[in-house]
């Protein structure tokens, strides 16, 4: 083991990546909210598939599944909610491509929603964090975990500790994909941000490999 509370470990690191927080006005979203938001944008916004490090995830309280997507009734909506918030995380130098959104109306198949952009946020690091959807072609639990260590690996991640949880079967754009909650746990402020800012695996404009803080589980 190998410990230090040197002056120089008690630095923090920072990060030119932001969560870009909008609230969302209307009644409704389809249950793949984000992969419908995420088509919107690509009619709306000249090269969103070519963005880079731009991810999307939505904040809807302690609702199971964040709210986007429920699995067991395909056929149901989101009943959008006043907590109910996209959040953009796009970095700094890229954010005058979403200007647009301030106050943007999109048919969200369908569904007439409205984005009213309420602030920005700097990235916190956190020695846990959580990912409700990690795409991985691995139904295997244990498959999936080793396709994970490697995932963090080829990051130059070090991850003390990974729980997987809950697997679904996601309709996303490009298809039907098989996914795992995933929790790490033990990781350094600067992993932690790497994490934050890059996400795990791909999709993550409709959600997938996209992290947040959690309450520590040590």
């Known amino acids: 083991m190998y410990w230090s509370d040197d002056?120089?470990?008690l630095q923090f690191p920072t990060s030119s990546v932001l969560d870009v927080i909008y609230k969302i006005e209307g009644k409704t979203l389809p249950t793949n909210a984000l992969s419908a938001i995420a088509l919107s944008l690509t009619?709306?916004?000249?090269?969103w598939d070519n963005l880079e490090n731009v991810a999307l995830h939505l904040m809807l309280g302690g609702e199971e599944g964040n709210g986007w997507y429920r699995d067991r009734n395909p056929d149901s909506v989101l009943y959008i909610s006043r907590r109910t918030k996209l959040v953009l995380r796009v970095e700094q130098d890229k954010l005058h491509h979403f200007s647009f959104l301030s106050n943007c109306e999109l048919d969200v198949q369908g569904h007439k929603v409205?984005?009213?952009?309420?602030?920005n946020k700097n990235l916190q690091h956190s020695e846990t964090l959580?990912?409700?959807h990690v795409i991985s072609e691995f139904e295997n639990e244990l498959e999936f975990l080793e396709n994970i260590k490697q995932q963090l690996q080829n990051m130059n991640v070090n991850c003390k500790k990974i729980l997987c949880g809950k697997s679904r079967e996601l309709m996303l754009n490009c298809g039907k994909v098989y996914t795992r909650s995933l929790m790490l746990n033990e990781l350094s402020k600067e992993d932690s941000l790497t994490l934050l800012t890059k996400g795990l695996g791909h999709s993550q404009k409709q959600g997938c490999g996209v992290f947040v803080p959690y309450k520590s589980i040590s």
């Open 114 to 119: 409205k984005f009213v952009h309420k602030h």
């Open 7 to 9: 002056e120089e470990n």
């Open 43 to 47: 009619d709306q916004l000249e090269g």
């Open 130 to 132: 959580y990912s409700q």
